[in-house]
């Protein structure tokens, strides 16, 4: 069944690692939010309490990580349980979509787990979307055909480069040859720098930023013993939404 995308409008995604990121995100006029917990891991699963919090109080559409810990995505029978348990109390409370991703051990999509959670997710009418998991896959094709076949809306990628400046040239592949049946967003290393760019380069219609900031918390490190995620200056820091960086983002967003 050919998907309906519009290529004309463009559109933002930040991703959030908190209730306030999202408001943050919403406030300086992001289009869509993805909330996370654990940046620091890649993102994992975020708490309900602070989703619904989102919810309530942000006017954009939220999509919710699905991901329990870090490192790859080939998980345990226990932990899959887990996972479709948060999708579908995220989903129950109106969740706008799910971002998850299921691989095998040799990279390839898990096509049973992947047409299952699209199924779950659809049920509630919320968008599926494949993230990052994508870009470790051997074969890019192989995996789009697959990801569609199970029902996925939406694909996040980078183009399989550290960057989706470094991999645009796939983007700009995945686009032209499946863009008008599933949608790929474009993310990894993009801001208000680079956005026209990527929008020309590669065709796509929406990209994903993460406009990164960062706060600080003063009890740290004492006594010889530290809780710091981050290198210097920001060892007694934890990354956030910029809201000047939405903002200037948004900007050139519009501007495309």
């Not at 490192?71 to 995220?90: K, N, Q, S, T």
């Not at 095998?104 to 990052?132: K, N, P, W």
């Amino acid at each position: 069944m050919m998907k309906n995308v519009n290529l004309t409008e463009k559109k933002l995604e930040i991703c959030a690692g908190s209730y306030e990121d999202c408001r943050t995100a919403w406030e300086a006029g992001a289009d869509r939010v993805e909330l996370n917990s654990a940046l620091s891991l890649g993102g994992l699963t975020p708490g309900l309490s602070g989703f619904l919090a989102a919810k309530k109080e942000c006017g954009c559409p939220i999509v919710c990580m699905v991901r329990p810990r870090g490192a790859g995505f080939c998980y345990r029978d226990e932990e899959v349980r887990v996972m479709f348990g948060d999708a579908g109390r995220f989903l129950e409370n109106g969740a706008d979509g799910i971002a998850f991703g299921f691989l095998r051990e040799d990279r390839t999509i898990d096509r049973e787990l992947t047409a299952r959670m699209c199924s779950l997710i659809h049920h509630y009418e919320g968008e599926a979307v494949f993230h990052r998991a994508f870009d470790v896959t051997p074969d890019a094709d192989a995996a789009m055909e697959t990801l569609m076949e199970c029902g996925a809306d939406r694909v996040l990628t980078s183009g399989q480069q550290k960057t989706a400046m470094e991999g645009i040239s796939l983007i700009r592949h995945l686009q032209e040859v499946y863009g008008s049946r599933i949608e790929i967003l474009a993310g990894s290393g993009l801001n208000a720098g680079n956005a026209a760019e990527m929008f020309a380069g590669s065709g796509v219609s929406q990209i994903h930023a993460s406009c990164k900031g960062y706060g600080s918390d003063p009890t740290t490190a004492g006594n010889g013993v530290t809780y710091g995620i981050l290198a210097p200056p920001y060892e007694d820091g934890y990354p956030m939404v910029d809201k000047e960086a939405v903002r200037r983002l948004v900007r050139a967003v519009r501007a495309c």
